[in-house]
């Protein structure tokens, strides 16, 4: 039997080979809270075979195969600590000391966020020219961005290596040009897309022009209305008192002091001031002077 063993030794048929450690993801690269799977393989050797998944020299788990299938073991990262240094050994009844592959070690990236489709304007005209900016505030750079109208790509992908918004420009020819649109951010890191919310442009209404005239009308109406009141105090007050005291003046400002018994149609107007509370006045008659002398010398 022993001699069997070292037969079979010496051919190198039972030994197992060193097992390769690969992610099943395809990429070392990978997000904060991210589920991945290592995937630890000899390709020959003898079943079965003890698979050990180690992370820093310390062991993490073992699994057991009956034959040469791989062995899968899922990880997830919670911290920094967690992107390596990882390698795996592989060992059966034959091999002493099994068997280790290759170290390997993650690459922790940013989780990229929701990102932001904007425009300095939300309305446009026929025939205007507009913007549309899209930008993630976190993710590992670089970032490659894709504008969509409805489900249809407009834009070749931009890929920017800074934090920057990717721009494009557009031409509203009709009102179909008007939304929705929406914009994809995708890092280098697989399975790390996010979509923008749906912008739309609202078509500017053509008569929208007579807004400022009507605002002016209204400030015009406005300064009329603060005029005429200015004006009050000023010219109509005085105007209606001056004609009122002109009439008073007709209806009582003059008083006749004709005497009755004169032969002659002589008369004498004296004007009347208006009576005050203070002044007390007397009308009396006024006679020619000269006719009275007369008549008193005769008597």
């Known amino acids: 039997m022993s001699q069997q063993i070292q037969k079979t030794t010496a ?38 075979v003890t698979y050990t998944l180690f992370k820093h ?11 040469l299938t791989p062995g899968l073991f899922s990880l997830t990262i919670s911290s920094a600590s967690d992107v390596g240094e990882y390698k795996c050994k592989a ?46 505030e976190n993710g590992s750079l670089p970032i490659t961005y894709l504008f ?13 290596q800074k934090r920057e918004a990717a ?29 923008s919310n749906g912008f739309n ?7 929208s022009h007579s807004q400022p005239l009507i605002i002016s009308l209204v400030l015009i109406s406005l300064l009329l209305v603060i005029g005429f009141a200015l004006a009050i105090p000023f010219f109509i007050i005085p105007s209606y008192k001056a004609r009122k005291f002109k009439s008073t003046r007709h209806s009582t400002g003059l ?4 005497n009755a018994e004169d032969p002659e149609n002589y008369v004498i107007y004296a004007e009347i001031d208006p009576v005050t509370p203070e002044e007390e006045y007397i009308n009396f008659p006024v006679a020619r002077r000269e006719d009275e002398k007369g008549e008193n010398l005769k008597l």
Do not use: W
Not at 57 to 67: C, H, W, Y
Not at 179 to 194: D, H, I, L, M, V
Not at 201 to 207: C, D, N, P, S
């Open 201 to 207: 442009f609202t078509l500017a209404e053509e008569g």
């Open 91 to 136: 060992e059966n009844n034959i091999s002493s000391g099994g068997k280790y592959s290759k170290s390997l070690n993650f690459t922790l990236g940013e989780q990229i966020s929701k990102p932001v489709l904007s425009s300095p304007t939300s309305q446009a005209k026929k025939g205007q020219n507009v913007t549309l900016s899209c930008l993630s």
């Open 57 to 67: 020299n310390q062991k993490v788990s073992t699994l057991n195969r009956p034959d």
């Open 255 to 258: 008083t006749s002091t004709m």
């Open 148 to 160: 969509f109208k409805g489900r249809q790509s407009i834009s070749p992908p931009v890929k920017m």
């Open 11 to 48: 051919s190198g048929k039972g030994m197992l080979s060193n097992p390769r450690l690969t992610p099943l993801q395809g990429t070392l690269n990978v997000v904060m809270n991210q589920n991945v799977t290592l995937s630890c393989h000899s390709d020959s050797g003898s079943p079965p």
């Open 167 to 195: 721009v494009i420009f557009l031409f509203i020819n009709s009102s179909s040009d008007l939304g929705t649109y929406k914009c994809r951010a995708e890092s280098s890191f697989r399975n790390n897309t996010k979509y």
